[in-house]
């Protein structure tokens, strides 16, 4: 799921689909064209396994969430299967 990330702040939670993110902190990064810049350290829970999983997302602009562990890692694939409407 795509995020917009602009104007949140180290402390604030955001929640996906019942997955809890915290925003640990902000970092400052300098990009390859030495552009100054900032990042957001997020930390949340693998739904699979419970195990922490802590990602850096820029500060500004959209972004997508890791939302599980690097041993559960399954991109493209929805952490919650969607229910389907049947007639």
């Known amino acids: 799921m795509r995020v917009t990330v602009s104007g949140l702040i180290a402390g604030c939670e955001v929640t996906i689909d019942q997955q809890r993110f915290l925003c640990l902190s902000e970092a400052n990064f300098v990009r390859e064209d030495g552009t100054p ?6 930390q949340s829970a693998c739904p699979l396994c419970g195990a922490p999983v802590i990602f850096a997302t ?8 890791n939302r599980r562990c690097p041993d559960h890692r399954q991109p ?3 952490v919650f299967k969607r229910l ?3 007639a």
């Not at 810049?37 to 997020?42: D, E, F, P």
């Open 76 to 78: 493209g694939r929805p």
């Open 84 to 86: 389907r409407r049947t």
């Open 37 to 42: 810049s900032k990042l957001l350290i997020w």
């Open 58 to 65: 820029p500060s500004r602009g959209q972004t997508w969430f």
